[in-house]
């Protein structure tokens, strides 16, 4: 992201946009990354006897549960690739599914909605009573790291951070924003209207310059996280005076510190390394225990 406001999110109605929803797909792709909009894709692997669509074919299904581009057959497949679809936008994993005519499920002892092997079992209702076996795969937005302050390990984080696939935001003073990379999205300033379509992590990084200032502005963003770079007493203390500026307890119980864990850290840029060990460790939890076997 540049230097002016982050994009804002595409209209929900893209197939308004003049989009032929037979085209193909990779225009469309390209575009929604580089906006940073989720999707999913549907990827026809298998087909068994009469099908509409072949292997190969590809479908992108917008947040709504609309196919916006590309084509995997009619009905026969549609209602089964956008439940699967909007289940993949919840939880980001992918999936495979299998749409078969009902005495096949009834010969490998399975009913429509049952998974077995990594495979989700549907029903095929149309005439032609063809087998679909179709990937479904969530595109979904780069998380987002916020960074209030320009201290050293505020500048560590926002070099440090892109590395491993966050997109950057600061907001400090207008005259800090130079020690920044012009990559960075800068914002002068601790109000500066952040707005993300991907998960949000907040480290706030002022070590005196605007402390109270910077963690009332936290509590407008929606983050998934708030971390606090400074020591545990410095922020109970600054945590009594916001509350007796009003600030609301579960607001308060939102900001975590010190930020980061606990590795030793003693330079800057180690203790950037801290944190984002900590915010990649948040991150990846859900995807781990799925990807985790069972012994």
């Given amino acids: 992201m540049g230097d002016a406001s982050m994009k804002q999110s595409l209209p929900v109605t893209l197939a308004h946009a003049g989009l032929d929803l037979a085209s193909d797909v990779a225009p469309l792709m390209k575009r929604l990354q580089g906006d940073n909009e989720p999707f999913v894709l549907a990827t026809v692997v298998r087909t068994i006897s009469v099908t509409a669509a072949k292997a190969g074919a590809k479908a992108v299904v917008d947040r709504d549960g609309s ?3 590309g084509w995997i057959g009619g009905g026969c497949a549609r209602a089964a690739v956008v439940r699967a679809a909007k289940a993949a936008f919840d939880d980001g994993e992918t999936r495979l599914i299998s749409i078969q005519p009902g005495e096949l499920l009834a010969e490998l002892g399975v009913e429509p909605g049952d998974e077995r092997e990594g495979v989700q079992f549907a029903r095929n209702m149309c005439p032609s009573q063809g087998t679909m076996d179709i990937f479904i795969e969530p595109v979904l937005p780069r998380p987002n790291l916020v960074v209030y302050g320009a201290s050293p390990v505020a500048v560590a984080l926002a070099l440090q951070a892109r590395t491993i696939g966050f997109d950057i935001a600061v907001c ?3 005259e800090d924003l130079e020690a920044f990379p012009a990559a960075v999205n800068r914002i002068g300033g601790f ?3 952040i707005q993300s379509n991907g998960e949000t992590y907040i480290v706030v990084s002022t ?3 605007g402390d109270l200032a910077a963690l ?4 407008k963003v929606p983050a998934r996280h708030i971390g606090f770079v400074g020591s545990r007493r410095k922020l109970e203390a600054l945590k009594a005076k916001l ?6 307890p579960a607001d308060l119980d939102r900001v975590k510190g010190p930020a980061g864990l606990d590795l030793g850290a003693i330079t800057p840029e180690e203790i950037a390394l801290s944190i984002l060990a900590e915010l990649l460790m948040l991150r990846r939890k859900n995807q781990r225990r799925h990807a985790e076997p069972e012994v």
């Fill in 67 to 69: 196919i916006v581009a």
């Fill in 172 to 174: 400090a003073p207008p």
């Fill in 191 to 193: 109000d500066g209207g």
């Fill in 207 to 209: 070590q005196g310059r």
């Fill in 216 to 219: 009332e502005e936290t509590f």
């Fill in 243 to 248: 509350r007796d500026k009003g600030g609301a």
